[in-house]
């Protein structure tokens, strides 16, 4: 690689609050790509921005953004988190004719929830991760999984228990 240059923002928003029934948490995390450029040992630029580049780079979308919701009392706190990853673009070659297209990889967003309750010396939470169960997008380009496991949530719903002792 000869460089690479890049452009955006990040934006990060905070706000909390105390409310008849407890406090509100509000983070909002997002993140544009106004510029990606690799630029190659000869000279040849890549363009990243809104691009998924299965050789190596991977998934570079313009927008991601993160909000979550957070609601605590004494002994108890709900939180609710919202995950989207903008479309992308990709190349990919027709494996019978040597020929390239491009096609949109869709955009994903997530849904998770959990619920916490704190005890003297134990904290017990339960919560779903992906809870509409949203598959990731389909890229034509992508691996064994037909999509881009390092950016997209690839498990599925899952639902979980956790426990915590203090010592």
Do not use: C
Not at 17 to 42: I, M, P, Q
């Amino acid at each position: 690689v000869g460089g690479v240059d890049s452009s955006g923002v990040d934006i990060n928003v905070r706000y909390a609050t105390e409310l008849e029934f407890g406090r509100l948490n509000v983070n909002w995390d997002s993140t544009f790509y106004d510029t990606y450029d690799k630029t190659l040992a000869d000279g040849t630029v890549q363009e990243h921005a809104g691009w998924y580049l299965k050789d190596g780079d991977g998934n570079f979308p313009e927008w991601k953004h993160t909000l979550n919701l957070g609601l605590t009392q004494d002994d108890w706190s709900v939180q609710w988190s919202t995950r989207f990853i903008d479309e992308v673009e990709e190349t990919w070659t027709v494996w019978w004719s040597n020929t390239v297209g491009q096609r949109t990889v869709d955009s994903q967003t997530i849904h998770d929830a959990r619920f916490t309750y704190y005890m003297d010396n134990l904290t017990a939470t339960i919560g779903v991760d992906n809870i509409l169960d949203e598959e990731p997008p389909y890229a034509a380009s992508g691996f064994n999984d037909n999509t881009d496991p390092r950016t997209y949530d690839t498990n599925g719903r899952h639902v979980y228990l956790s426990l915590g002792f203090k010592f």
